[in-house]
């Protein structure tokens, strides 16, 4: 049986890491989403304030099973 994917961008966000940005971002997709199969870290970043790193964020591309209604 063929199968098809969709890939969507999402966010995540840590106090403590990339890390810990990325996979926050995938359990909270996981919640909603179904059969996901790929997530690809895209872009890396850091919100400042006072100079200062307060929080580390991570874009990635995830992919998961289409599944038609």
């Known amino acids: ?9 999402i966010i995540g966000s840590s106090q403590s890491s990339w890390e810990d940005a990325a996979k926050n971002a995938v359990e909270m997709a996981s919640r909603s989403l179904r059969e996901l199969r790929v997530a690809e870290v895209k872009e890396l970043d850091m919100r400042l ?6 929080e580390y964020r991570a874009k990635l591309r995830v992919s998961f099973k289409y599944l038609p209604d």
């Open 1 to 9: 049986m063929e199968s098809v994917y969709k890939v969507i961008e």
């Open 49 to 54: 304030e006072n100079g200062r790193v307060v």
